[in-house]
């Protein structure tokens, strides 16, 4: 995969959109994920993005409710699941495939709030 030409493709387009790209991009597989914002719609969303031949395809993996912009604080590659962890700045576990990000649905854990007493 060429990172960088998916890279420079994902960036026209958000550009040409009037979309931010707000995080890192991180590479998993011939894809890559990361965080945009629509400054206008105050949306902002988890991402994938992968080139078929020369077309570019994306595609959200998580969009949170409320307008309050979202990041990418952790990530775990997990090897021996074939499994990847995103961490939100919102709280959020996205859980995607590894081995077939595009193919396999990606899981999304809210975390559990505990009160303690």
Known sequence: MDQKKLMLRVKYKTDNEKLTINSQMYFIADTAVFTISDLVKQKS???????????????????????????????????????????????????????????????IIKPQVTNKA
Do not use: F, R
């Not at 988890?46 to 409710?65: C, F, I, S, V």
């Open 45 to 107: 969303a988890l991402m994938m993005a992968w080139l078929e031949g020369e077309m570019l395809h994306m595609k959200p993996l998580y969009n949170p409710q409320g307008n309050k912009p979202i990041g990418i604080t952790k990530i775990i590659n997990n090897k021996e699941k074939e499994a990847m962890l995103i961490m939100l700045s919102d709280g959020m576990v996205v859980v995607i495939s590894s081995k077939d990000p595009k193919g396999c649905t990606p899981q």
